[in-house]
């Protein structure tokens, strides 16, 4: 079965701060390392927001991890 958009911004959403909380990085922090907005982190690892796969990079790069990281159920 397909996921819907919504099921998977929680799933990318969940991950992100996962991998966050392990590298023991806060949001201020992150949003140094990305240059993305502290608020707009917030709203990504909620689930609130779309974003695209150019911030999932540097997301990914900035964690040090792998892309299909995000995508883990």
């Not at 390392?33 to 709203?43: E, H, V």
């Not at 909620?46 to 790069?61: Q, S």
């Amino acid at each position: 079965m397909q996921k819907s958009r919504t099921d998977v911004l929680h799933i990318v959403g969940t991950n992100l701060r996962l991998a966050r909380i392990s590298k023991n990085l806060s949001l201020t922090e992150l949003s140094k390392l990305t240059g993305i907005d502290k608020g707009d982190l917030s709203k990504m690892e909620a689930g609130k927001i779309n974003f695209g796969i150019i911030t999932l990079y540097h997301l990914r790069d900035s964690l040090e991890i792998g892309i299909e990281q995000f995508f883990q159920e």
